[in-house]
C-alpha cells in the first residue's frame, strides 16, 4: 500500500522520540503502570494547545485490573478485544462538543483538540518507553451510555497504553507512510493534486 516506513531508520532528522513511537499490537500482560505514570500521562495531555485554550477533553484513564478497565474491555469489538485487554492502560477519549448539552458548538475544533491532546500524551508514553495503540474499534454509544456521557461529549478514540509483548506485536501491515513529496500541496497556477500513493485504508475492514 505504501512505500516508505516510519521507523527509525527511515525517519532521519526527526526526534527520537517520535522516531520510536509505533503502535503495537500486542501487549505484555504482566506489565502495570502506576497511578503516578497515568498522572503523568494525562498531565501531558493537559499542556496540549487548543483553540481559544478551550480544552475540549476528557478522559477515562483505567489500568487493567480496575473496575472501570473492565467496564471499557466489554464494549470492544472484534479483533481489538483480543489485544487491547493486556495493555496496561486504557484510556477513553472524549471531546467536548456542545456548551451544557444545548444545540450551541463547545467548539468546532474540538476533535482536532483533543487529537493533539492525544499525541502529546503519545510522545509522553514514547517518553517513558510505553507504547499506545489508539483505537476506534468498539461500541461508541454502549460506551456513553456506561460511563454516563451526555449530548455534549463525544465517545471519540482509546488508547491502549503498556509495552509490546511478542512477535504478535508487529503483527501490522499498515505501519508504512506516503512519501514525504506527497505532503505538500501542489500551489503553482496548472497545478494538479498527484494521486496519493496511499490509496483507500479501508479501516473499517482493517481495524475491527
Ligand atoms: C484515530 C485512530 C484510530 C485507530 N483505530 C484502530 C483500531 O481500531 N484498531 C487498530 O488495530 N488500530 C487502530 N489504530 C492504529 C493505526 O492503525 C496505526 O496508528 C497506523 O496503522 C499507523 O501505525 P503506527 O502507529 O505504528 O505508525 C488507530 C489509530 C488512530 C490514530
Do not use: C
Not at 516506513?5 to 502495570?32: C, V
Not at 472501570?68 to 466489554?74: E, K, N, P, T
Not at 496496561?88 to 477519549?93: A, C, E, G
Not at 491532546?117 to 483505537?135: E, G, I
Amino acid at each position: 500500500m505504501t512505500t516508505a516506513t516510519a521507523r527509525p531508520q527511515e525517519a532521519p532528522g526527526i526526534h527520537p522520540l517520535l522516531a520510536r513511537r509505533w503502535s503495537p499490537h500486542a501487549f505484555d500482560p504482566l506489565h502495570t503502570v502506576t497511578e503516578g505514570d497515568v498522572e503523568r500521562l494525562l498531565e501531558a495531555a493537559r499542556w496540549a494547545p487548543s483553540a481559544g485554550n478551550s480544552q475540549p477533553w476528557s478522559f477515562v484513564a483505567a489500568r487493567r485490573g480496575e473496575p472501570d478497565h473492565q467496564r471499557l474491555v466489554r464494549h470492544l469489538a472484534g479483533s481489538a478485544a483480543r489485544w487491547a485487554p493486556s495493555a496496561s492502560l486504557l484510556i477513553l477519549n472524549l471531546a467536548h462538543r456542545l456548551v451544557d448539552d444545548s444545540e450551541l458548538e463547545y467548539s468546532e475544533f474540538a476533535l482536532y483538540d483533543l487529537g493533539q491532546a492525544v499525541a502529546h500524551l503519545t510522545v509522553q508514553a514514547s517518553a517513558m518507553d510505553l507504547a499506545v495503540r489508539q483505537l476506534r474499534a468498539f461500541d461508541r454509544a454502549a460506551l456513553a451510555a456506561e460511563f454516563g456521557v451526555g449530548p455534549g461529549w463525544l465517545v471519540t478514540t482509546m488508547a491502549a497504553v503498556g509495552v509490546p509483548a511478542g512477535a504478535g506485536a508487529h503483527a501490522d501491515a499498515h505501519t508504512g507512510r506516503r512519501p514525504l513529496s506527497d505532503l505538500r500541496w501542489p500551489t503553482g497556477p496548472a497545478s494538479v493534486r498527484p494521486a496519493s500513493t496511499a490509496g483507500h485504508p479501508h479501516p473499517e475492514k482493517e481495524e475491527r
